[in-house]
Nanobody
Framework: QVRLVESGGGLVQAGGSLRVSCAAS????????MGWYRQAPGKQRELVAAISSGGNTNYADSVEGRFTISRDNAKNTVNLQMNILKPEDTALYYC?????????WGKGTLVTVSS
């Protein structure tokens, strides 16, 4: 079992920045990719960014150039630095980790961007 706990969400004005973090614990050996998804009210959950164990990253088109995902394998953490935030970035942000084909999810942290 892999446990994921997010932190760092909150309220920010449009144009501002916010950093969300995720700490993994439990049976963390063998975790492959980690990433962030988000779900806005009334919308489907969508991938925001992901990073492999080797550091390869991919981003949703909507956040490319504004968000940066990073990972510390020694500390078992993954972070998402969000800059130039827009009201449409408002959502519940979930941390995810994949291990041997199984996806694990955190409970989410709320990010609200006011206009």
């Amino acid at each position: 079992q892999v446990r994921l706990v997010e932190s760092g969400g909150g309220l920010v004005q449009a144009g501002g920045s916010l950093r969300v973090s995720c700490a993994a614990s439990g049976f963390i050996s063998g975790i492959d990719s980690m990433g962030w998804y988000r779900q806005a009210p009334g919308k489907q959950r969508e991938l925001v960014a992901a990073i492999s164990s080797g550091g390869n990253t991919n981003y949703a088109d909507s956040v490319e150039g504004r968000f940066t995902i990073s990972r510390d394998n020694a500390k078992n953490t993954v972070n998402l630095q969000m800059n130039i935030l827009k009201p449409e970035d408002t959502a519940l942000y979930y941390c995810t980790a994949r291990k041997r084909g199984v996806d694990y999810w955190g409970k989410g942290t709320l990010v609200t961007v006011s206009s």
